[in-house]
Nanobody, 120 residues
Framework: QVQLVESGGGLVQPGGSLRLSCAAS????????MGWYRQAPGKQRELVAI???????NYADSVKGRFTISRDNAKNTVYLLMNSLEPEDTAVYFC??????????????WGQGTQVTVSS
């Protein structure tokens, strides 16, 4: 099967930076879109950024100009570089990938989530 493993979360002061990583492993044939979502306490999960297989990107308005999403297809990995972090960015961040395996032509997979806390 497919597993997504995230890393890079933690505690950072306002104005600081963090880089999240999410690596996919398993019987992968192809990976289409890769994205990052986040969920703050008491709020719904929301899209943060997405990158397509053609390297087109899209960002939530709240993170435009501060966050950068990128992908390394050779490593089946997606990154999220977060600069100028604000307390409002505090949330659990989840990666999501649309993956084709030898068994299924297209399914969405989620990572386990990584906590990002922005506080002084």
């Amino acid at each position: 099967q497919v597993q997504l493993v995230e890393s890079g979360g933690g505690l950072v002061q306002p104005g600081g930076s963090l880089r999240l990583s999410c690596a996919a492993s398993g019987s992968i044939f192809s990976i289409y879109a890769m994205g990052w979502y986040r969920q703050a306490p008491g709020k719904q999960r929301e899209l943060v950024a997405i990158v397509t297989s053609g390297d087109n990107t899209n960002y939530a308005d709240s993170v435009k100009g501060r966050f950068t999403i990128s992908r390394d297809n050779a490593k089946n990995t997606v990154y999220l570089l977060m600069n100028s972090l604000e307390p409002e960015d505090t949330a659990v961040y989840f990666c999501n990938m649309r993956i084709a395996t030898m068994t299924f032509p297209s399914e969405y997979y989620w990572g386990q989530g990584t906590q990002v806390t922005v506080s002084s």
